[in-house]
């Protein structure tokens, strides 16, 4: 008699013994390709659905045509109705160069004299770096140099280092995978890095002491896949496993980090290949810079750019394919004679040049908004030429457990407009709600800078108008306006506050103003305005709850890390992606019942204002963290956060968007209980006149629990009356502000990176309670994983793909 059994085991046979059931289904004992690998795959998709009888398995989770009706209902941003503003659109663009024999320098303080590579960068990212080109891979075998770091950048000593801590590294390469990194930390302390490039095992190599040079030796042993290193007179250190399977080295790289800090240089750089025809050659690594020539009449009016792709902006290019490349683009436009003419730029990422009519107008060393008057080169008889270079972006891994293989991250100008205004003009609108209160009224505190330009005092009035925006338009209704008397040649804040009948933007409905404000002169003729869209809205916490328009909401969502398909495009998508991928994410995170994004792009985040504009009116909550984020960890330095002032400049871009609902100034920080201090005091004091209506969160990890750091952390109870162990302490006055929210990445404690069920159990839960009952600050959970595997045991007779969840009941 026969008997039939059903079963779910599924499997790919090509009639070969090797396939034993044992192989890997990728990897080294693997027996299929990629495309075997995807076929397989495929398959194996359709046959799950037929065994779950679950047929939307593979459904998308928002469908193509459904995101294209969204982002077709996007509203653009208006402009203004007496200030002149045209977004340049349409524009051409190009790619140059390439990755060549020889030095490449990234940032703006990089730079090879004397001999020696110089590596310097101010308070404001990018971080200069360099790469020097072999002008062919061979297994190299030694290599040795000097180093030199001024003892600027030495902060407090700490035994305590990560991986991300802040320092100086060099490696060896083939292509982006390293066979040999060193990192000299600002402690004083020197690191190696070995036996896994996704979690590399950091070695011990000593202190070194700043302001000295120090020579450094290398020897790789090829057939061991290994590297040993020997500093000054010291014995050599123990072989070390490489990092990234290499047979050859191609590139040596000089990382800065992602912080910038003090000087440090580079001489004597020598190296031996192996494998060449007369055995093992020595070679001194020439120190002269050779610059890569551009044809030097494309940023000239009248160049034929008609060969040249086309563009909107944002435009980026990146990637392993497009390394090293300048990114040029052109556009021509017209001007109206007696204007005072701006280009306004949202951004250059990392940092570029920009041209008008030939004339560099401004070399912009940093990824900050630019404003720049071009008044004086521009023509109002007939077209003008803009023409900007966005310089690469250095092959920077800041995150080996987050890294893709292709580190060369995307570089791009982002969106650009000309505006042409008099001599008086409006700037840095801020519209604020200050109290709602149920009754669809709201109190409303407007800021605003005027600047005069004029020979003589300006006096007119300042007028403040709205209306509903979106998701439909009303009539404009005038609100306030109040007299305005600036003297020549000087700039005035001017404020004002006021209550108005207004529908609040919420997460399930959001509704956005349009506000106008109109600058006029004694006569009453216009002659400056600027335009904001916000919603009318309030955050903040009470009774250890995070409360919208005063009631309490949870704030449910993802952490954006924004890996994005398609594959090849990863680098590019992850710091520039299209505003459909935007759209994309959040309307993903709305499908899981969410309705909080966390920015979380590792090593550069962002501040496009795109997601705040596609938020506002998708209804997304955001957790910002700027393109500066992290810079709040600087803070290991007793001067304390360095770029401030440009993080300040970051937030006023973005103030308005009601959809973000807190600002973050760091990521994850494990300092002392002084640092700690010195890093909630300095976001806190900052955000006290800039922002006081949003809730902060200056370090989004401080891990109040035991089990993934040890002690080596240090962190106050909530009132600040108590040190992690319990002590007696008292806290200074940032951690305790009422804006501050309390916030951490439990994945131990969660059971995440394969941790066992027992850990639950023998997690140390000491601080929670207070945490979770606090009634002063909210307590987050901003980063988790859960991967612990579900108890079989209970379903020992039953297959079910459907982990119970909150993505699928």
Known sequence: MKKHFAT?????????????????????????????????????????????????????????????????????????????????????????????????????????????????????????????????????TNVSFEIWIDPAFQSEVSEHHYYSSIGRSFELRFDTLY????????????????NNM????????????????????????????????????????????????????????????????????????????????????????????????????????????????RTDLPCAVGGFRERDKPLLLRKTFTVEANKRVLLVIDSLDPHGDIWINGTLVQEQKHFLQARI????????????????????????????????????????????RIEQTGSCVISEPVVRTRSVNGNRLADIEIETQVAHGGAHTFRGKLRV?????????????????????????ERTKLSSRFRMAADYWDVDQ???YQFSLQLFDREGAPIDDETVVTGIRTIDQQGGAVRLNGKPIMLNGALLMQFLPPFEEIPINHVCPSTEQIAWQMMM???????????????????DPRYGEVCDQLGVMLIWTTRMIDTLETCVYEEGWKPKEAYRSQIQQVINHPSIVMWEGSNEFHGNLAQVDRMYDAYVDLFADLDPTRLLSPCSHLYYGGGLYGDRHQYYNDDGTMDQDGNPVQSSHGWTSPHVVRSCHPYVMLNGYGQTWDQLRKQDWRWQEELLTSKKHAYLVTEFAVTGDPNWQFQKNEAWHHVPSYEKP
């Not at 693997?30 to 037929?50: G, M």
């Open 589 to 607: 995170i709305q499908r899981m019942n969410g309705n909080t994004a966390r920015l979380h792009m590792l090593g550069y985040g962002s501040n």
């Open 179 to 194: 066979a040999v990194k060193i990192k000299w930390l600002a402690t004083g302390h020197r690191k190696t890095y070995g």
């Open 510 to 512: 959001p509704v956005l």
């Open 465 to 489: 108008k709205a209306r509903r925006w979106f998701p439909s338009e009303c009539a404009w209704e005038e609100l306030h306006q109040q007299p305005v008397v600036i003297e020549a040649g």
């Open 198 to 309: 996704w979690h590399p095992r950091m070695g011990d190599a000593g202190t070194y002491t700043p302001g000295e040079w120090m020579q450094v030796s290398i020897q790789l042993d090829w057939q061991q896949q290994t590297y040993t290193v020997q500093f000054g007179e010291h014995d050599a250190m123990e072989p070390i496993p490489f990092p990234c399977p290499c047979e050859q080295l191609n590139n040596m790289f000089f990382d800065g980090g992602m912080h910038p800090g003090a000087p440090w240089r580079i001489r004597g750089l020598r190296l031996c290949r192996s494998g060449v025809e007369n055995g093992d050659r020595y070679e001194d690594v020439v120190m002269e810079q050779s610059v890569a020539a551009i044809d030097t009449i494309w940023n000239q009016p009248g160049y034929d750019d008609s060969a040249w792709s």
């Open 373 to 416: 008057d071009i008044t004086d080169v521009v023509a109002s008889d007939g077209p003008n030429t803009l023409a900007i270079q966005v310089y690469p972006r250095a092959p920077e891994i800041y995150y080996p457990w987050h890294r893709n293989t292709d580190v060369y991250h995307g570089w791009f100008a982002g969106r650009m």
């Open 8 to 140: 779910y085991e599924y499997v790919y046979y090509d009639g070969q013994k090797r396939s034993d059931s044992s192989t890997d289904f990728s990897g080294p004992d693997s027996v299929l390709d990629t495309e075997q690998r995807v076929a397989f795959l495929a398959s194996y998709a359709k046959q799950a659905q037929a065994w779950f009888d679950d047929h939307d398995l593979a459904k998308s989770v928002v469908p193509q045509q459904e995101l294209q009706d969204a982002v077709n209902r996007l509203k653009p941003r208006p402009t203004t109705a007496i200030r002149k503003q045209t977004e340049l659109t349409d524009l051409a663009y190009t790619t140059v160069g390439g990755e060549r024999p020889g030095w490449k320098l990234y940032g703006t303080g990089a730079s090879v004299e004397d001999g020696q590579l110089v590596l310097y960068d101010g308070d404001i990212a990018p971080v200069s770096c360099a790469k020097y080109v072999l002008a062919e891979a061979a297994p190299v």
